[in-house]
């Protein structure tokens, strides 16, 4: 009997996106057979499966020396994203790393961003995301272990950070009170559970802020150095959802903005993951695009700063005008053989910009900072070690007098995890950060719909 071709694969462990539901408007699940392009969701087909997807890694830098007070045995940090799942194994004796390892999210074979999986959990798909990534971390689990040659008997400790969504749906947690004014979580605090894979194993979930600055960004700011230093920093962290905070004088102002998948690519006609074949980089000489796709590979698609940069060229070069509209009569440009930029990729971008650079205005007001007066700029996500500064200084991305001072710190949310498993310690200080964070709802802002359609322009031609 035939079945459809992207329930086979979802069956087989490939977590082939549908943001679309399926109904084939999306394009995202097309495949190759046999050379030809077809849409695994309008196709019947029987096939053998291969194997799992590229591996993406995520690194940071912490902000301080770890301190192991965990005694005898392994553990394991994870951070649950939206998009990917991070993983690193610890000997907690000696308080070393002895490996890491990422995988793709397979919720999202039911929506890129958390909006779509809360609205999936409301109407009946709760257990099936909750499965998802319970399955996920018993794959990376045994993966990582299997790496380093360890027994899962041996792992005492568990930390995971993520963001309120994706905690809820791995404690099986009702999501739909995450989605509606006044949009109340049901436990952001830290909870203890256990795997049945891991009986000796104790699984801390970190603690959040609220329903929209969860428990990756208290885990990041924990990895930055938690709260108490002379600087006044700030973190960015720029996915699904762009979340900031601001830390000045012991305290912390936070907030979130409904960037949308842009700056992953995943609304991208072409876009991709950070995988081989995806262009990375794109320039503009003045007659062609120069491109480079990540492990050199033959490109076949467009992945986050990839798409940046294209935007970046066509403002610099005056390929379109400041309100993205492109010039001549094509709607598209193709910026690597066979991959195009669309009118479409430009509208996203502008929509992710826009509500990125609005929600960092109004927080840096409502704490009366100005972009003079911050030292540090840790940008976190594997987006932001690729991301070129001139190219965000294109979009306007950032207040200006920001970029100078951007550090890309990598998967902040996995090193505050981390810290978190080797001492029971930062317990109180991240109880301490969320004690003194205020929030601010982007949503209820009177500067804010003035700022996004503001921004929504690009900057003018700049000069090459």
Known sequence: MKENLLTLLRKAGHPVPSPCGGNGKCGKCAVLIDGNPFLACKTDIRLPMGDTPPEILSHYAWKRPPVCERGEGYGIAVDIGTTTLAFELFDLARGTRLGDFSMANSQRALGFDVITRISHATQGAARRLHTYIIEDIRHGVAHILALAGVDASAVRHMALAGNTTMLHLFHDLPCHSLGVYPFTPVDIGSRLTRLDTLPGCEVLTLPGISTFVGADIVAGILCLGGLDSGETRLLIDLGTNGEMALMRGGKVWVTSTAAGPAFEAANISQGMGSVAGAVSRVAYDGAHFNYTTLGDAPPVGICGTGVVDATAELVRHGLMDETGRLSGAEKRVEIAPGVYF??????????????????????????????????????????????????????????????????????????????????ASFATEMEAIIANASELLLSSHPSFNELFMEHMLFPERMEV
């Open 342 to 423: 669309t009118q479409q990729d430009i509208r996203e971008v502008q929509l992710a910009k826009s509500a990125v650079r609005s929600g960092l205005d109004i927080l840096l007001a409502h704490a009366g900072c100005t972009p003079g007066e911050i030292d540090r700029v840790y940008l976190a996500g594997g987006f932001g070690h690729r991301l070129r500064p001139e190219s965000a200084d294109a979009l306007g991305l950032f207040p200006p007098g920001l970029t100078g001072k951007i550090e890309a710190v990598g998967n902040t949310s996995l090193g505050g995890a981390a810290l978190a498993l080797l001492s």
